[in-house]
């Protein structure tokens, strides 16, 4: 499970069900009702997100192919759009300097005895993602 905030507005995904909800905050703090992001197309295996400015969210997709997507929120609802995709080796973190997202890949395969998998060097991949 990951979490990233716009505005007063807390945003959480779940792995295991794929799915995105919101969490109001009050001016004092406390937590509003937990309720589902409708989104465009089915998110798969959400991990890492980040907030991308007042409205948008960047999320690292592990399923299928693994993917980078930005979010673009209208109150209850979302609008997918793919950045990058072919993030073969489990997409599970989105960091943004400037104008560039960062993927990592965590080569989940690498912790199974399985001598025949030889895992790549670590690395950070770079995706335009432009202003927030």
Excluded: W
Aim: with cysteine; proline share 8%; charged share 25%.
């Amino acid at each position: 499970m990951e979490s990233a905030c716009s505005e007063n507005t807390l945003y959480v995904n779940t792995l295991s069900t794929s799915k995105l909800f919101s969490v109001r905050i009050g001016r004092d703090g406390s937590a509003g009702a937990v309720i589902e992001v409708k989104l465009d197309r089915p998110l798969e295996r959400p991990d890492g997100m980040r907030s991308f400015g007042g409205d948008k969210i960047l999320i690292v997709e592990g399923g299928g192919a693994g993917r980078l997507s930005r979010i673009d929120l209208a109150k209850d609802a979302g609008r997918l759009t793919t950045l990058k995709e072919g993030y073969p080796e489990n997409p599970v973190a989105i960091t943004v300097v400037g104008e560039t997202g960062y993927v990592l890949e965590a080569q989940f395969r690498a912790r199974r005895p399985d001598p025949a998998y030889q895992p790549n060097p670590f690395h950070a991949t770079a995706v335009p993602v432009g202003k927030p």
